[in-house]
């Protein structure tokens, strides 16, 4: 079935892909039939028996928005890494056609390698290129040569 390591590759990808895909529209229709559920508002001339009858179903609310939240960060990131997966994939090597040969050329071939050089490899540019740092014009006082000039310092002054 799979006969190289680029096409379990691609494989894992488009699986990765494809459940990230299903977990979002799974989380969007979650959603969607959350949203279109009837909302019934609770009115009362007690503030408190308000307030605790209220309490109860905007605390399922917001586990749910929780949920709901969790599954579309999970189901974008399992998306984002089959992607990612994907676009990363090797490349196949590609193979340039090859011209028949005849046996004139071959026996022209031998004659044209020892008549040319081989040409010489020049080797590739540097990729980082490191500038030092400039030397202050200052020269840096330690500590305690700091603390010699103040005390020198108070000793004139007094």
Known sequence: M??????KIALSG??????GVALLIFTFISAYGFLTQSLSIVASE??????GDALAPL???????????????????LTIRGVTIIAH???????????????????ASPQKAKAEKPKEMKPPEPQIIVIPPE???TPQTTPTEKQQENSSRQSSAS
């Not at 799979?2 to 096409?7: A, G, P, S, V, Y």
């Not at 007690?46 to 307030?51: C, K």
């Open 59 to 77: 605390i399922a609310t917001c586990i749910r928005i929780m949920y709901l939240g969790v599954m579309g960060w999970i189901g974008s990131l």
């Open 89 to 107: 994939t090797p490349q196949a090597p590609k193979v340039a056609p090859q011209r028949p040969v005849t046996i004139k050329q071959k026996q």
């Open 14 to 19: 488009i699986a990765v892909l494809m459940i």
């Open 2 to 7: 799979l006969k190289n390591f680029r096409d």
């Open 135 to 137: 030397q202050n014009a």
């Open 46 to 51: 007690d503030l408190v028996r308000t307030f």
